[in-house]
């Protein structure tokens, strides 16, 4: 069993900057890809990017690539997401989310999931 806790959200203007943090609990962190994932208002729930257990290899959607950046610190148990650029369009409730394997990690099937925290870019 994995929680996940995020935090980091808020209201910023178009152009700056958010870093999200998700804190995760037990012992077996690094065995885990990581995602996040986003929800806008009356919109589907999209995949934004992962991170393998070792760090090593990323994926980001194409909306966000060159402005994000996903990372982890495994002797924390933490997964960020480092927002740069912020537009308008980003506005949506962010989540954590982890699964096992790296195999199909846009889908949007994990099986882990945090409560969520809200990003709102004001233009």
């Known amino acids: 069993q994995v929680q996940l806790v995020e935090s980091g959200g808020g209201l910023v203007q178009a152009g700056g900057s958010l870093r999200l943090s998700c804190e995760a609990s037990?012992?077996?962190?690094?065995?885990?890809?990581m995602g996040w994932l986003r929800q806008a208002p009356g919109k589907d729930r999209e995949f934004v990017a992962a991170i393998s257990g070792s760090g090593g290899i990323t994926d980001y959607a194409d909306s966000v690539k060159g402005r994000f950046t996903i990372s982890r610190d495994n002797a924390k148990n933490i997964v960020y997401l480092q927002m740069n650029r912020l537009k308008p369009g980003d506005t949506a409730v962010y989540y954590c989310a982890a699964r096992g394997s790296w195999l199909n990690h846009r889908t949007g099937e994990y099986d882990y999931w945090g409560q969520g925290t809200q990003v709102t870019v004001s233009s």
């Open positions: 037990g012992r077996t962190f690094s065995r885990y890809v």
